[in-house]
């Protein structure tokens, strides 16, 4: 079962798509921002067709315009609305780097702090070991006297942390360039 994500279109957005030259209006737009000359270069229609098309994805929320000072016209580029009907699964793309790199700190923070707990840094900036925890060293528990309560696991788990920030970033590199391609 694959989940899509929810683009909510009411009945005028269900018309407006209807058209096969309004498609591929929102296919040419797919990742760019053009103006009427260009859209109809890639369209091969007539300008005060196009106007009128862009006209109605705009209404609908499909297409942004953007006016640019000095030219006379718009640039027009695909809303937040009609890139997730081209492209549905970028939504689930971004929560799953969003996830990678939540590991990636989560995994650079438990090196920081074995590190940390192995290792005292004097004054002169030398790194020096710390001493082996003895029997008497442990029960005081303070990290002056050498406890390493908790450290047994901090590195594998810095380690798996890590791991699963490169798996999750292989995964969402993968279907980034797997959802390029517009569904429509």
């Keep these: 079962m694959k989940i899509m994500s929810k683009v909510l ?3 005028y957005a269900f018309q407006t798509l209807a058209s096969e030259s309004r498609l591929n209006i929102l296919k040419a737009l797919d990742g760019k921002t053009l103006n009427l000359n ?6 091969n229609q007539n300008k005060a067709t196009l106007q009128e098309q862009l006209t109605k994805l705009f209404e609908v929320g ?20 009609g890139a ?3 492209h549905p699964e970028n939504s689930r ?3 799953l780097f969003s996830t990678t790199f939540v590991f990636l700190f989560a995994g650079i923070a438990g090196i920081f702090a074995f590190i940390r707990n192995h290792c005292i840094l004097p004054q002169n900036g030398e790194i020096v070991k710390m001493p082996e925890p003895t029997d008497d060293i ?3 528990g303070t990290r002056e006297t050498g406890s390493m309560s908790g450290d047994p696991l901090l590195l594998p788990l810095a380690l798996v942390c890590v791991s699963l ?12 360039r797997v959802n390029k ?4």
């Design 9 to 11: 279109l009411n009945k």
């Design 38 to 43: 260009e859209i109809s270069t890639k369209t």
């Design 62 to 81: 499909l297409v942004k315009r953007q006016d640019h000072k000095g030219n006379k016209g718009f640039y027009y580029r695909l809303s937040w609305k």
């Design 84 to 86: 997730s009907l081209l």
């Design 93 to 95: 793309i971004v929560v």
């Design 138 to 140: 442990f029960l005081l």
């Design 165 to 176: 920030f490169l798996a999750f970033l292989v995964i969402s590199v993968w279907r980034y």
């Design 181 to 184: 391609t517009p569904r429509l």
